[in-house]
């Protein structure tokens, strides 16, 4: 018999964020979240290809970019919030309604 190699896997295999990606790809911001569900769709493969260090990197990538996604939703909630509010005060005042 050869003498192989083969490392010991980790013990816990990292979380796919899968969910996340998903949620924040439909209600956030979908140009970020695309990048969160590719590498959230990688980390399960990689795991069960004995892939462990770019497996836990991929899941790493995957929950970084749906904080991205998140915060970037965020804000554009809050601006396009705040745009609005000024257009009704600005209709407002023309219309004679202070």
Not at 71 to 92: D, E, P, Q, R, Y
């Amino acid at each position: 018999m050869d003498n192989v190699n083969i490392p010991n896997p980790p013990q816990v295999q990292p979380s796919n964020y899968m969910v996340f990606a998903i949620l924040t790809t439909l209600f956030c911001f979908l140009p970020t979240g695309i990048v969160a569900l590719i590498y959230a769709s990688r980390v399960d493969s990689l795991w069960f290809g004995r892939n462990y260090g770019e497996a836990y990197e991929a899941s790493r990538k995957a929950k970084n970019w749906c904080i991205i996604t998140a915060c970037v939703g965020a804000f554009i909630i809050i601006i396009s919030m705040t745009m609005w509010g000024t257009l009704m005060k600005v209709l407002a005042n023309s219309a004679g309604l202070h």
